[in-house]
């Protein structure tokens, strides 16, 4: 079964560094996405990604933020200069475009860990 | 934007019993409702979804049920097992490639 895949799964990094998640979205799919979920907590909305421009974004998603589909398979979310509370798990999404078919598959996700 | 509300925060079942999560939502455009559930250490799998123009779907131990008028939506689980243990949520969407918009959670505990 296809399935989107990010890498790494676990990324420590220091404060104020910069990091690149990375995810490759499943192959026919058309819409991205980035999710990241504080620990113990739900899973929020940061950013979707269509036709190679942002379609949407949260009030999460500031200035620190960016999204890149650097070729045709992969799909990555940049943090400019992280922050203790930038510290997550991340998740990426991707969902194809049928006229009935809303479902997003989520890849496992990169745990960050800002110190 | 879309509130979604879920309860219970966490239950626990004996193994063999049903499992019961409720959640609503604010947003009457809201016409898709997913159900996911997650596993420690991974992201939220899609297990069921329902489509506003459904009162009822099932999948063999799993029913979700939609009361679009009173925005509510409700997952069951019967003859509960121990693997599924995990974390479950529900979601809406309003529009196709629309982003999910979470609930906060179920943590359901199945004990053998």
């Known amino acids: 079964e296809p399935e989107v895949t990010q890498t790494p799964s676990h990324q420590v990094t220091q404060m104020g560094q910069e990091v690149i998640l990375r995810c490759v979205p499943i192959?026919?799919?058309?819409?991205f996405y980035w999710y990241r979920q504080i620990l113990g907590q739900k899973v929020e909305f940061l950013v979707s990604?269509?036709?190679?421009?942002?379609?949407?974004k949260s009030e999460i998603f500031d200035d620190q933020f960016s999204v890149e589909r650097p070729d045709g398979s992969n799909f990555t979310l940049k943090i400019r200069s992280t922050k203790l509370e930038d510290s997550a798990m991340y998740f990426c999404?991707?969902?194809?475009?049928?006229?009935?078919?809303?479902?997003?598959?989520f890849g496992q996700g990169t745990r960050l860990t800002v110190v | 934007g879309e509130n979604v509300e879920q309860h219970p925060s966490t239950l626990s079942v004996q193994e063999g019993d049903s499992a019961v999560i409720k959640c609503t939502y604010s947003?009457?455009?809201?016409?898709?409702f997913p159900w996911y559930k997650q596993e420690l250490g991974k992201g939220p799998q899609l297990i069921i979804d329902?489509?506003?123009?459904?009162g009822e779907k099932k999948d063999q131990r799993i029913a979700v049920t939609l009361n679009k008028t009173a925005k509510h939506f409700s997952l069951h689980i019967t003859e509960t097992q121990p693997e599924d243990s995990a974390v479950y949520f529900c979601?809406?969407?309003?529009?196709?490639?629309?982003?999910?918009?979470f609930g906060p959670g179920t943590s359901l505990s199945v004990i053998p």
């Open positions: 999404a991707s969902s194809d475009v049928g006229t009935d078919n809303t479902e997003a598959f």
């Open positions: 192959s026919n799919h058309l819409y």
């Open positions: 990604f269509y036709n190679n421009e942002i379609s949407e």
């Open positions: 947003d009457s455009a809201s016409n898709y």
């Open positions: 329902i489509r506003s123009n459904v």
């Open positions: 979601a809406a969407i309003k529009t196709s490639y629309d982003k999910v918009i």
